[in-house]
Structure formats: C-alpha cells, structure tokens
C-alpha cells in the first residue's frame, strides 16, 4: 500500500477497480477470476494458534486438492519456518509456469543474518531473551541459514507469505532490510493472523456512521516494540491527552502495572462469534472498569479505530478495528496490509506516518483531516470488503490465493472489493450503497497531482545536486531520442499508476554490471532502486531493479547473454539495461552492431515490451558511426531506445577529464550523497568515479541519478496523460517485428572477422525470441530449455542419461578490503554449470533451428572448442559440423534448418550432449547455457 505524506493526510478516495473498469462490471466470481487451486505440505508447520488455525483453513478449503494431485495445483502451500525446510524447498522441481510454491516463512528468524541494530539492540534482545539470543550469538552473519535463504529468493517459483513482509524484508523484525545481503524487493504476500474477526456482521445505516460518539479511538498495551523499536503507542497516548479532544480517546497502560486497559479490552458481547476473546484476559471487575465501555462498545462507538504497532508493525488490532464495524487507521511504518494485491485500502482506511501522532500539532492535523473525509462512504467500502476477504476462513484463504497469483501474474493486478466471487453481484445489489459514480475522475486527478508533486520534488532535488540539468541530460547519447521516446516511458509509467502494476527493470552485462570492486550496495541499479521506490511507492507502484549482470571472470559476453534475456531478467520486465562497453572496445564489428539491434529488438518483442537502454562506461559510445546505426536511432527511438555515456555529461560540465583511477571526485562532490552519514574510511570509498575500469560508487551514482531524472521527467509526463482522461490497457502486448520495421542484419565475412557469423538474416525474420537454460546465477525468468527429468518416458535417450554433477562456485570478493564483511556488499553473481558423460536437454520448438551450448570458464580457456569434442544428438538423430562460437565459451550445434531438416520444430524434441569414453571425467567440461532459436 502506499504510503502518503504529511501534506495528503486528506488522502483520495481512491478508485475501486474491478475486472475492467466501473462500479456495473461484474467482479470476481467463479466464471471471471478462478481461485486457484492448492495442496498442502501436512507437515513442519507451527504449533500457535495462528498456526494451527490457518493449517486447518487450508486443509477445509474447497480448491484444496489431495497431495497425489499436487502437479495438477496451481499452488503447493508449504512452511518454510526453518533452515532445514528451506534446504528442503531449494531440491524441489521447478514449477511449471503459471504455477508456484507458496512458503509459510511467519517464524523464520533470519536475526543472525545482518547486523542491524547495533550493540544496543543486542544488549536489550539479550537481556530481555537470553535463551533465543544465544542461539544468535552463534550465528554468522553470512552463514549456511542465510545463503539458503538467499537463493530461495530468486527461484522464479516461489512466492513468500507472512503477517508482515515489510516489503518481503525478515532480517529484522525492525526491517532493517539493506544490512542482509537480501534483495530490494521479493516476491511476497501478507495474510492476517487467522486468530480474531470471524463472523462479524454489521447493523444499521452506513449513514449513521457520522453520529456515533467518538471520533477515533484506541485501547491497549503501550508497547514499546521489539528491542525499543517504537514509542508510538505511547506517543499517541502522550499527544491524545495534550489534545484535550472528548471525541479522541486513547487508553494504554503496560502488561502488568495497569489492570484498566487490559481487563476492559474484555467483551462484554463475547458469544464466541467474533474470535475477539483472548484467553489471557481475565474478566473485568465492576471497579477497575467503572465508568469504561467495554472494548466492543468503544470500538462501535467509533467512526475511526486507531490501529498503532506495537510489538511489531503487524497487529491483529487491524482486523479487530473491522470486525466492530469501524474505519481503520492505520499508524505502522512500512507495514505491508494482508491481501493488499486485491484489497484497495485506500479506499477504507487511511494511513498516518508514526511521526505525525508524536505531536500534539500533528494529531490535531490528524483529526482534522478525519473530520473531513466520507466516513460512510468508506464504511460502505470496507463493510463489503470485509465481508467479502474476512467474514470466515475460507474468505481468507480465497483473498490469499488470488494475491498471489497476481504477484505470480496469473491473473492481472486489480481491485475486487465490492465484489462477490460466490455471487458475482456488485455491493450496490447486496443492500450497500456505491461510491457516487464520479469517485473515478476524482481519484484519478489525485492520483496525477500527487504523481506530479512526487516526481517535480524528485526532479527539483537533483538538478540542484547537479547544479542544474546539465550532467542528467547531456550524459545522454542522443538528444533527439530523448524526446521522441518521452511518451513511451510515460505510457509504461502511466499504466501502471492507473492499474497499481509494478514497474520492474531488468539489466544484463559484465562486472559494471554487476558492481565489481565496489561494495554491492552502491552498484548503480541499488543507487537507482533507493532513489526511486520511495516515491513510486508514495503512487501505489511497487519499483524494482534486477541485476542479472554476471561478471568476465565467468566467461560471458553479449554474444550469450543477449540471447538469455528473458530467462535472466525475467519476462514481465518493463524496462532492460545493457552493459559491455568494455568487451566491445575497439570492436567496431559487424557482428557487434547484429547484437545490439537484437538487444533492442529482442527487448521489445517481450511480453511488456521493455523499453532499452545501453550504458557505456567511458566518456562517449563508439558506435555513431556504426553502419547504419543511426538509422537504427530514429527507427528504435519512438519506443524509448537510448544510451547514456558514464562521463559524458560530467566532462561537459565541470569535469576536465576523466580522472585516474581510484581518484576522488567528480568535479562537483567528493563522495556520494549517502556517503555524508558514513564512517570516514566508506566516505572516502563512496567518492571514487573509477576503480579502475570499473566505476566507482561516485560514477554509479552518475548513472543512477541520470536514470531517476529520465524516470522523474517521464512520470511527470504520465500525470498529465492521466489528468487528460487517457485510458490504458491494463495488459501489455510485445512489439511485433514488423513494427520495429526491417533489421539491419549484418552479414559477417568469415575471412575479415573471428569468430565466424554470429548472426544470418534469418535470425531477424522469426516473430519468436529465443529459448534459454543459464544455470549460472542470478537469473529472475522461468527457463525455456530444461534438463531432461530422469522420469520423462517422452526423451528417447532416457536409458543413457547419467546423473549430473553441479559445480557452483563462491561469490565475487572483488569488494573493497575494509568492505568484505558487510553483507549489503556481497555481490550476488555466481560461475555455475553442470555436466554428466551423457544429459539431455527438453528443447521448445524451434523457427530457426539454431542451437548452441556454452560452458563456465571455470572449465577452460578455451572452452567452446572442448565443447566441439562431444557427440551431439537431436532426439536419436546425430548431429555433425559442430563449430567454435563467439564467445570461446559456446559453440554452435546447429546453424539453422536446411534441406528440409525440421527436426525441432515442433515440441517433444531433444538435445543429448554425450562424452566418449576417450575423454576423461575430469575433462568434460560443465554446461553453463543452452540456447536455440
């Protein structure tokens, strides 16, 4: 959910989409959205009472299949509470796309993992638990537990669920997210405790909200959080007394010096119906509850109930809030609500940053903006909801279910409040009133202006880093293409405000990519993710970075890497990065100036059609006078293709030239803006622009900002489309290749240019992308190519298979000396491969009937030619005039179907790589890819 600043504290009724668009269509039911359907791991789960009552949910579910079914399920729900279970989930099969494992991790304790918190949160945790912190005492920081962890993380399979997320963060329970070697942003839902708020229904005119007795209210334990985390509840108690408002009321006391609160939290309508009666509660004495309303009566008596953290950001007070039919207000920062994917809280509920209740001031702004909103409006809203997502555990389970096939992308993000999936009536025909039907326009033009103050703020803050716009606009290659692909990027931003998609951008390339000799943490694409989440977040848009870059030592190049984009960024990525300026130095080559028009066109062929980007991290790109490249520019340009030059804007402006390696500055600042609150020697280490070939944290942040300002500048331009009434599909459609009109399509002569022809003209032709298995890491797509199962009766070669062997190595430590021990600096690529005497490979059909196989230079040199020495078969067919590629780490099957051969074309074909008994086991080399087209 979006987190609204102080100045939108009147937060916009926000627009309650549903399957398509208006309050008449047809929402969730079961001819529309299917739920989907699930098994369930029966065993390694909690014993608490949340625990035990969502398992036993799960098993009484009507889409829950038996265990013999799972394949045929959509989900296999299972717990991942444990190191051992989460060893356990990283040897399970990948599922098949459009399906999922989605892990139970509520009890996962990753503490040992960062170092969050410092010595004084391990003196509070170890006082107040020692039993549970000896165990941490123990733990390395980077040890066996986190490293499962992390790798569970970027299995494209797998989908995390918790009561609290904090954006898929569990280093802390305080978040502390950045400290955990963890990425930015996983995949993740939230799901409510499962405990209080069944069976609740509501009486009476939404009308009469107005009337009721109290405005706003709160009854409870003024916690102070995990290891003193946050003051909030008793900053509200504190600001609520100095109020002096009789219709604000807020009680709260400590666990055992003050009985009042807790024996009235007690509810006198307690028929068990509600869940709300918590067995450590005693009963309420006439004396310590004289002249209190019960916790029931207070709540319904109220138009707002405060919903403050306490322990941690979660609490069951949400629910309770709306079982006693009140509007929630929600004080927590950084709590992700349950089922926000298909729950529109913003349409009943608001949410309040903790630090505008710690004052007197601000939570008379508070209530002041409460007085001014549609309590009934919202009430209507969050009645349906309720009883639509909450009312019984089997609602929970449905609202569950559907969060996570959207964030599977099973079925697209939408809304479904006033919707009934059993019925399919709107709320309007089950006696609730709708919102009035220029809600939407309304909503919308919020949306925009805030949209619009976001970005101009965002914008304003650079260009005065910068001392103006020069740097962030003139490290552009080509000003032209800035402005026609202006509109492209606003239309990707554009639609996913007005739909509440993500925007996700995906990067290949070499160690710039990846941040070599840097600390993680300050490669460019985590510069560009903390600039930019905050504020896209502020919109409802949920903004990440993938870096899939791989680093030299591995062997790779473009020449592989632009055929796996996909699979190595994933396929929903909006916008693709590319970085090889240093392997493409003084190759100003045919076959170069082929990968990148495939990079550009393959990109756009992609389901959302990303928008490309190379980046180049000298002083200028090489490649103007390429062979036809600008006709390239004008043609690629209308789609948002672009490139940015790392110092080309900097020697324009300040600079005057490019600096030695491992100097500081960049002619305007001596270290990185975050580098101001960091210790001497990492200030010092932020303000480098170039390592070496490698920039420094100062360069990437050259390139970060570069990209927030073109980001800013085009979310700006898609706040006037939204305020203009422009519609946009909610599903994205790739670019079909006659579209993007002609490619150049070099042909490569042989004799001028080693490697021989990485590309023929009919490489251009196919409307397909190609097809690829990177066993290195990381990688964020669902492989198209996949290792043959040793139970698949389809694979002809299935008696010859042998086990395979996988040989992963360690992670880069191409970080700077004093850095190495931070796990935020430990880079995520990883060398990879795997061999046998004989494996075989299920291919997807094939247009152009290229195949080839690379190998890790872990194995060699000059691995490409080892991998000539195998015998190569397609189903039984053998096939011969194997070849070196380029880089020397692949080589080439198959150049293409020819005199008639179409074996491949169709689906059930595959490839078997044998070694003749010649070669010794030592000597095979490991598969790193295998790619076909």
Same mark, same amino acid.
């Given at each position: 959910?979006?987190m609204?600043?102080?100045s939108?504290?009147?937060?916009?009724?926000?627009?309650?989409t549903?399957?398509g668009?208006?309050?008449?269509v047809?929402?969730?039911?079961?001819?529309?959205?299917?739920?989907?359907?699930?098994?369930v791991q029966?065993?390694?789960?909690?014993?608490?009472?949340i625990a035990t009552?969502?398992?036993?949910?799960?098993m009484?579910?009507?889409?829950?299949?038996?265990?013999?079914?799972?394949?045929e399920a959509?989900?296999e729900?299972?717990? &991942?509470?444990t190191?051992?279970q989460?060893a356990t $989930?990283?040897? +399970?099969?990948?599922?098949? @796309?459009?399906k999922?494992?989605? #892990?139970d991790?509520r009890?996962?304790d990753?503490?040992?993992?960062c170092k969050?918190?410092?010595?004084l949160r391990?003196r509070v945790?170890?006082?107040q638990?020692p039993?549970?912190?000896s165990?941490?005492?123990k733990n390395?920081?980077?040890g066996q537990?986190?490293?499962?962890?992390?790798k569970?993380?970027?299995?494209?399979?797998?989908i995390?669920?918790?009561i609290d997320l904090?954006n898929?963060a569990l280093?802390?329970?305080?978040?502390?997210?950045k400290?955990c070697?963890?990425?930015?942003?996983l995949?993740?839902v939230?799901?409510?405790d499962?405990?209080?708020?069944?069976?609740?229904?509501?009486?009476g005119?939404?009308?009469?909200?107005t009337?009721?007795?109290?405005?706003a209210?709160?009854?409870?334990?003024?916690?102070? &959080?995990?290891?003193?985390?946050?003051?909030?509840? $008793?900053?509200? +108690?504190?600001?609520?007394? @100095?109020l002096h408002?009789?219709? #604000?009321i807020?009680?709260?006391g400590?666990?055992?010096?003050?009985?009042?609160?807790?024996?009235?939290?007690?509810?006198?309508?307690?028929?068990?119906?509600?869940g709300m009666?918590?067995?450590?509660r005693?009963k309420?004495t006439?004396?310590e509850c004289?002249?209190?309303?019960s916790?029931?009566?207070?709540?319904?008596?109220?138009?707002?109930?405060l919903?403050?953290?306490g322990?941690?950001?979660?609490?069951?007070?949400?629910?309770?809030?709306?079982a006693?039919d009140?509007?929630p207000?929600?004080?927590s920062d950084?709590?992700t609500?349950p089922y926000?994917?298909v729950?529109d809280?913003d349409?009943?509920?608001?949410?309040?940053p903790?630090?505008?209740?710690?004052?007197t001031a601000?939570l008379?702004?508070v209530?002041?903006?409460?007085?001014?909103?549609?309590?009934a409006?919202? $009430?209507?809203v969050m009645r349906?909801?309720?009883?639509?997502?909450?009312a019984?555990s089997?609602s929970r389970?449905?609202?569950?279910?559907?969060?996570?096939?959207?964030v599977?992308k099973k079925i697209?993000a939408?809304?479904?409040?006033?919707y009934?999936a059993?019925?399919?009536?709107?709320?309007?025909?089950?006696?609730?009133a709708a919102?009035?039907?220029?809600?939407?326009s309304?909503?919308?033009?919020k949306?925009a202006?805030?949209?619009?103050?976001?970005?101009?703020?965002l914008k304003a803050?650079?260009?005065?880093?910068?001392?103006?716009k020069?740097v962030l606009?003139?490290?552009w290659v080509?000003p032209?293409?800035?402005?026609?692909?202006?509109?492209?990027?606003?239309?990707k931003?554009?639609?996913?405000?007005q739909?509440g998609r993500p925007?996700t951008?995906g990067?290949?390339?070499?160690s710039?990519?990846?941040?070599?000799d840097?600390?993680a943490y300050?490669?460019?694409?985590?510069?560009?993710q903390?600039?930019l989440?905050?504020?896209?977040?502020a919109?409802?848009?949920?903004f990440t970075?993938?870096?899939?870059?791989?680093g030299?030592?591995?062997?790779?190049?473009?020449y592989?890497q632009?055929w796996c984009?996909?699979?190595?960024?994933?396929d929903?990525?909006?916008?693709?990065t590319?970085?090889w300026?240093?392997?493409e130095s003084?190759?100003?080559?045919p076959?170069?100036a082929?990968?990148?028009?495939?990079?550009?066109r393959?990109?756009?062929?992609m389901?959302?059609?990303p928008?490309?980007?190379m980046l180049?991290?000298t002083?200028?790109?090489?490649?103007e006078n390429?062979?036809?490249?600008?006709?390239?520019?004008?043609?690629?340009?209308?789609?948002?293709?672009?490139?940015?030059?790392l110092?080309?804007?900097l020697?324009?402006h300040g600079?005057?030239?490019?600096?030695?390696?491992?100097?500081?500055?960049?002619g305007?600042?001596?270290?990185?803006?975050?580098g101001?609150?960091e210790?001497?020697?990492r200030k010092e280490s932020l303000?480098?622009?170039y390592?070496?070939?490698?920039p420094?944290?100062?360069?990437f942040?050259?390139?970060?900002?570069?990209?927030?300002?073109?980001?800013a500048?085009a979310?700006i331009?898609?706040a006037?489309?939204?305020?203009s009434?422009q519609?946009?599909?909610a599903e994205?459609?790739p670019?079909?290749?006659?579209?993007l009109?002609?490619?150049k399509c070099?042909e490569v002569?042989?004799?001028?240019?080693?490697?021989?022809p990485?590309?023929?003209p009919?490489?251009c032709?196919?409307?397909?992308?190609?097809?690829c298995?990177?066993?290195?890491?990381?990688?964020?797509?669902t492989p198209?190519i996949?290792?043959?199962?040793s139970?698949?009766?389809s694979?002809?070669m299935k008696s010859?298979?042998?086990?395979v062997?996988?040989?992963?190595?360690?992670n880069?430590?191409?970080i700077?000396q004093s850095e190495?021990?931070?796990?935020?600096?430990?880079?995520a690529?990883?060398?990879?491969?795997?061999?046998?005497r004989f494996m075989?490979y299920?291919?997807?059909?094939?247009a152009?009937g290229?195949?080839?196989?690379?190998c890790?230079r872990?194995?060699?040199?000059?691995?490409g030619?080892?991998?000539?020495?195998?015998?190569?078969y397609?189903n039984?067919?053998?096939?011969s005039g194997v070849r070196?590629?380029?880089?020397?780490k692949c080589?080439?099957?198959r150049e293409?179907?020819?005199?008639g051969d179409v074996?491949?074309r169709?689906?059930g074909?595959?490839?078997s790589?044998?070694?003749?008994?010649?070669?010794?086991d030592a000597?095979?080399?490991?598969?790193?890819?295998?790619?076909?087209?």
């Amino acid at each position: 959910m979006a987190m609204r600043t102080l100045s939108e504290l009147v937060w916009l009724v926000a627009v309650l989409t549903a399957m398509g668009a208006a309050f008449g269509v047809t929402g969730v039911d079961s001819d529309a959205v299917k739920i989907p359907t699930f098994t369930v791991q029966e065993d390694g789960w909690l014993s608490d009472t949340i625990a035990t009552k969502f398992k036993a949910a799960l098993m009484a579910h009507p889409r829950r299949l038996a265990r013999s079914q799972a394949d045929e399920a959509d989900v296999e729900v299972v717990p &991942g509470r444990t190191s051992d279970q989460i060893a356990t $989930l990283l040897i +399970k099969p990948v599922r098949p @796309a459009g399906k999922f494992y989605l #892990v139970d991790i509520r009890g996962l304790d990753l503490e040992g993992c960062c170092k969050c918190g410092g010595a004084l949160r391990h003196r509070v945790h170890d006082a107040q638990y020692p039993e549970d912190y000896s165990v941490h005492k123990k733990n390395d920081h980077d040890g066996q537990e986190c490293r499962r962890f992390r790798k569970l993380v970027t299995r494209t399979d797998v989908i995390l669920m918790n009561i609290d997320l904090f954006n898929g963060a569990l280093c802390c329970r305080n978040g502390c997210k950045k400290d955990c070697g963890l990425p930015e942003s996983l995949k993740s839902v939230t799901y409510d405790d499962f405990e209080v708020g069944f069976g609740a229904t509501f009486e009476g005119a939404v009308e009469a909200v107005t009337s009721r007795t109290y405005l706003a209210t709160f009854r409870g334990g003024c916690h102070r &959080g995990w290891w003193n985390s946050s003051t909030v509840r $008793l900053d509200l +108690k504190t600001s609520a007394d @100095a109020l002096h408002d009789p219709s #604000v009321i807020v009680e709260c006391g400590g666990f055992e010096d003050d009985h009042a609160w807790k024996c009235c939290m007690n509810y006198d309508h307690d028929d068990g119906a509600t869940g709300m009666s918590k067995g450590h509660r005693r009963k309420c004495t006439v004396v310590e509850c004289a002249g209190k309303l019960s916790y029931t009566d207070l709540l319904t008596a109220s138009q707002f109930g405060l919903a403050p953290r306490g322990n941690q950001r979660w609490s069951s007070r949400l629910i309770e809030v709306m079982a006693h039919d009140s509007i929630p207000v929600i004080i927590s920062d950084g709590y992700t609500l349950p089922y926000e994917q298909v729950i529109d809280w913003d349409s009943m509920s608001l949410v309040v940053p903790e630090a505008e209740v710690s004052s007197t001031a601000g939570l008379q702004r508070v209530t002041t903006a409460l007085k001014k909103r549609n309590a009934a409006q919202m $009430l209507t809203v969050m009645r349906a909801s309720y009883s639509r997502w909450f009312a019984s555990s089997d609602s929970r389970i449905d609202a569950l279910l559907l969060s996570a096939a959207v964030v599977g992308k099973k079925i697209p993000a939408n809304r479904y409040d006033l919707y009934s999936a059993s019925s399919g009536t709107t709320a309007t025909q089950q006696g609730h009133a709708a919102p009035p039907a220029d809600t939407v326009s309304k909503a919308t033009a919020k949306l925009a202006a805030t949209t619009q103050q976001t970005f101009t703020a965002l914008k304003a803050k650079l260009e005065a880093y910068w001392h103006g716009k020069g740097v962030l606009e003139d490290s552009w290659v080509f000003p032209d293409a800035q402005v026609a692909g202006l509109d492209a990027w606003a239309t990707k931003i554009a639609r996913a405000l007005q739909h509440g998609r993500p925007l996700t951008v995906g990067v290949i390339g070499s160690s710039v990519a990846v941040g070599h000799d840097n600390c993680a943490y300050d490669s460019f694409e985590n510069q560009l993710q903390r600039t930019l989440e905050g504020g896209f977040a502020a919109v409802g848009v949920n903004f990440t970075v993938r870096n899939a870059g791989q680093g030299g030592g591995c062997g790779d190049s473009m020449y592989n890497q632009v055929w796996c984009l996909p699979s190595m960024v994933g396929d929903d990525v909006d916008f693709t990065t590319y970085s090889w300026s240093y392997f493409e130095s003084g190759k100003h080559t045919p076959a170069l100036a082929n990968i990148h028009e495939l990079f550009i066109r393959w990109s756009l062929m992609m389901p959302h059609a990303p928008i490309p980007t190379m980046l180049f991290a000298t002083e200028h790109w090489s490649y103007e006078n390429e062979d036809g490249f600008k006709d390239k520019i004008a043609r690629y340009a209308k789609f948002g293709f672009n490139a940015i030059a790392l110092a080309k804007g900097l020697l324009a402006h300040g600079l005057e030239k490019r600096p030695e390696w491992g100097a500081l500055g960049d002619g305007m600042h001596t270290t990185t803006r975050y580098g101001e609150s960091e210790s001497a020697a990492r200030k010092e280490s932020l303000g480098v622009l170039y390592r070496n070939w490698h920039p420094g944290p100062l360069g990437f942040q050259v390139v970060a900002d570069v990209l927030a300002w073109r980001y800013a500048t085009a979310a700006i331009r898609a706040a006037e489309m939204l305020a203009s009434g422009q519609q946009f599909d909610a599903e994205i459609s790739p670019i079909p290749p006659a579209s993007l009109g002609p490619a150049k399509c070099h042909e490569v002569d042989e004799h001028k240019e080693h490697p021989p022809p990485l590309m023929r003209p009919s490489f251009c032709v196919p409307d397909v992308l190609p097809s690829c298995i990177n066993h290195e890491l990381p990688t964020f797509g669902t492989p198209q190519i996949h290792l043959a199962a040793s139970t698949d009766a389809s694979n002809p070669m299935k008696s010859k298979t042998v086990a395979v062997q996988v040989r992963n190595n360690d992670n880069s430590t191409l970080i700077p000396q004093s850095e190495r021990g931070l796990a935020k600096c430990m880079h995520a690529d990883h060398c990879r491969g795997m061999r046998s005497r004989f494996m075989t490979y299920k291919l997807p059909p094939m247009a152009v009937g290229h195949i080839k196989v690379c190998c890790p230079r872990f194995t060699g040199e000059d691995c490409g030619a080892v991998l000539r020495r195998a015998t190569y078969y397609l189903n039984t067919q053998q096939l011969s005039g194997v070849r070196e590629d380029s880089p020397k780490k692949c080589a080439i099957v198959r150049e293409e179907f020819l005199n008639g051969d179409v074996l491949g074309r169709d689906s059930g074909t595959y490839l078997s790589i044998s070694w003749g008994d010649e070669i010794a086991d030592a000597e095979i080399p490991y598969v790193s890819h295998v790619i076909t087209l």
